[in-house]
């Protein structure tokens, strides 16, 4: 039987659009703080790390985790580890650290992820001949042929045309993110990156009006079905990271936690990545003998209005479980980070506030997010309470 693992601090940065707020800041120096609040909030010392785990989707190497883990102070003898499963990555970080509790090779794990589109590096291919120009790319294959391995906002809107979602249903969906987002400002207690206690909140959510996000040109598709720029998460900046221990070191910490229920990394069909999660999510269902009701807060990921609707379609999720204090539509997509986003959220609904997003019914959670080629994470928590916590 394996351990159990533990979430006893969570923390994030404001996300902020490329090129906004946090555009002078490498993805490490986004991370350190984060690494090095939670720390300070669990009462755990620097030295007591067993390992340092976060995602990471543009870097193309150069192990920013390792940068990260040294900028906050951890001793160079605590490793750390960079992962890469795109828009997975900051879960599947997570996710790697319970395996390491549960085997019983770590007790103390702080995973998470960092990203920066403002400072990523500009990628080019080395070409075969040695006179020839570099060949500079957008993005790295995520499935060879003869797999499929579509542009995500083409495959968003192929979607959206199978199953009919108009793009007015598409604009409420995303509105509803801003609203609930707005509701819940002030609420998150988000590590300062900029000087200013507590950051500047979230730099994309906005008051949006269906009328106005129907403004939006359609990037991809049709008129009907097609998406824009309102129903996709904007490219941009940011990290979080959760401190996940073993059942000893929690129960000496005395605090409340998030126990790991289950989670899992999962894969799919290339050619339709969104639907991942639903497959995800049916696997942690049925190996927990729990469904999507029997969670009180659902994070799941944004990167596309149709792409959430749908997943929260086929699972039966309602709008009350989900997104409470506001999606990636209303905040951004920080690639390697948007995983480990959404389990902070969790930690944040869960354990340190619910204020204007509602009380809290039940004391289990679940994390969802897809990424290209075809990939998908969940993580499914219960909150504890430890004796004399």
Aim: proline fraction near 6%; glycine fraction near 12%; charged fraction near 20%.
């Amino acid at each position: 039987m394996s351990a159990p693992a533990y979430i006893i601090a969570a923390r994030r940065t404001q996300i902020a659009p490329r090129g906004g707020a946090l555009a002078a800041l490498q993805a490490d120096e986004l991370a350190a703080p984060v690494l090095r609040k939670i720390l300070k909030d669990a009462g755990i010392p620097p030295a007591s790390v067993d390992q340092v785990l976060l995602g990471n989707a543009l870097y193309a190497g150069g192990n920013p985790a390792r940068l990260a883990a040294l900028r906050a102070g951890l001793p160079p003898g605590v490793p750390a580890m960079t992962v890469d499963t795109q828009c997975c990555s900051g879960l599947d970080a997570i996710i790697l650290a319970v395996r390491l509790i549960e085997a019983g090779a770590a007790d103390c794990v702080l995973a998470g992820g960092a990203e920066s589109f403002s400072r990523a590096p500009i990628r080019s291919t080395h070409p075969m001949d040695k006179d020839a120009e570099p060949v500079p790319y957008n993005r790295p294959p995520f499935a060879p042929s003869p797999f499929a391995d579509p542009d995500l906002t083409e495959a968003a809107a192929r979607l959206a045309e199978q199953r009919g979602i108009r793009r007015e249903r598409q604009a409420e969906f995303a509105v509803s993110s801003h609203a609930k987002a707005i509701k819940a400002q002030g609420q998150m207690k988000l590590v300062d990156v900029l000087g200013k206690e507590g950051g500047t909140g979230d730099g994309f959510t906005r008051n949006l009006s269906v009328r106005t996000a129907l403004r939006a040109p359609v990037l991809t598709g049709d008129e009907k079905t097609g998406v824009t720029a309102a129903t996709i998460a904007c490219e941009a900046d940011g990290a979080a990271a959760v401190l996940l221990v073993s059942d000893q070191v929690w129960k000496a910490s005395g605090k409340p936690g998030l126990k790991i229920l289950a989670g899992k990394s999962g894969g799919g069909d290339p050619a339709d990545p969104a639907l991942v999660p639903i497959e995800v999510a049916a696997s942690l269902f049925e190996r927990l003998a729990l469904n999507a009701p029997d969670f009180d807060v659902i994070e799941l990921m944004e990167a596309y209005a149709v792409q959430a609707m749908v997943t929260a379609d086929r699972l039966g999720i309602e709008t009350s479980q989900l997104n409470r204090l506001g999606g990636a539509l209303a905040r951004g997509h920080p690639i390697g980070a948007s995983g480990a986003v959404l389990a902070v959220q969790l930690f944040e609904m869960m354990l340190r506030t619910s204020g204007n997003a509602g009380k809290i019914e039940k004391s289990r959670g679940l994390a969802l997010i897809a990424a290209a080629g075809g990939l998908g994470s969940g993580l499914a928590v219960e909150r504890v309470d430890c004796e004399g916590g």
